[in-house]
């Protein structure tokens, strides 16, 4: 997928115009028209405004990977990074045992 097509889909997943997210990144509805039309990149600067407005990482939109990420989460592990060490280790341990059984809840459910 193009990082075009990854921009249109976004913006129409989150029911802006092109206008709109033109004015949220200080550029116009005709850029984001020409960007979602592969026609011309946008400068990193730019895209990294468009990945904020549209709720994803840079890195999913220009395609260097598939994952989605939730903001929520990502704010989330931010204020992980933000604790003590030990802190951090006591939740990491938690989050790993909730991962484990979920997983193991996955496969026999399968």
């Known amino acids: 997928m193009t990082l075009g097509e990854r921009m249109t889909g976004l913006r129409k997943k ?3 115009s092109q206008n ?3 004015k949220r990144v200080s550029t ?15 400068s990193i600067e730019v895209a990294s405004k468009i990945a904020d ?7 999913y939109m220009m ?3 598939d994952i989605e990420l939730d903001k929520a989460i990502v704010n ?3 204020e992980i990074q933000k604790l003590s060490q030990d802190d ?3 939740i990491l341990k938690n989050l790993d045992a909730f991962l484990r059984d ?9």
């Open 88 to 90: 951090r280790d006591c």
């Open 14 to 16: 989150l029911k802006l």
């Open 53 to 59: 407005e549209l709720e994803v990482s840079l890195d």
């Open 102 to 110: 979920a997983k193991t809840r996955q496969a026999y459910a399968s």
């Open 20 to 22: 709109e997210l033109g």
């Open 63 to 65: 395609g260097k990977t």
């Open 28 to 42: 116009s509805g005709d850029i984001i028209g020409r960007y979602e039309r592969d026609e011309v990149k946008p």
């Open 76 to 78: 989330r592990v931010l």
